[in-house]
């Protein structure tokens, strides 16, 4: 049985997995956990801000992630929304459930905008985004600085309301 649930630290290697696995997929250049080091330590990177973090499970099986990192000022990062491919998609559609976890919050916390960077190649990503009501932003528009893995990304940008 499939279910979303908070971070527990005993979820941190199999979330690694998960994310290296999306990411490495042959697509883009490869990078490691020494590129996003956030991975390492989950529960301060995003509880202790104010953010959330959440993990689908199939059984005891990580199958998929989305976190949120909250930079104040109404600020918010959505970052390692990843789910595997046999999860993507229908009849699960686990992406849209975990990302309604993730916007249920961002309006709880009073988040007012939600940004994200996402390789230029994804083109799955983009259109799951778009539809999502996000918009595809330059960089210098950007209303904040913050570390991301891939050099040559696209950025966007959702207004929650």
């Given amino acids: 049985m499939i279910k979303i649930k908070l971070y527990e630290e005993s979820d941190r290697d199999e979330i690694i997995k998960l994310v290296l696995h999306c990411q490495n997929d042959g697509t883009r250049p490869i990078i490691s956990i020494t590129d996003q080091p956030d991975l390492l330590c989950i529960y301060e990177k995003y509880f202790v801000s104010g953010g959330c973090f959440w993990v689908a499970k199939d059984d005891e099986k990580v199958i998929g ?5 909250n930079y104040g000022n109404g600020i918010g990062i959505l970052k390692k929304f990843f789910v595997y491919e046999q999860y993507q998609g229908y009849p699960l559609h686990l992406g849209q459930k975990l990302y309604l976890k993730l916007l249920l919050f961002a ?9 994200l960077d996402t390789p230029k190649n994804t083109e799955r990503a983009h259109k799951f985004y778009a539809k999502a009501g996000f918009k595809k932003i330059e960089k210098n ?3 904040i600085e913050y570390d991301y ?3 040559d990304c696209d950025f966007f940008i959702l207004s929650v309301g």
Avoid: R, T, V
């Avoid at 992630?65 to 990192?69: H, K, P, T, V």
């Avoid at 309006?107 to 940004?115: D, H, L, P, R, V």
């Fill in 149 to 151: 893995p891939y050099k």
């Fill in 65 to 69: 992630s989305i976190g949120l990192m």
């Fill in 141 to 143: 528009e950007l209303p």
């Fill in 107 to 115: 309006k709880k916390q009073n988040i007012k905008k939600i940004i």
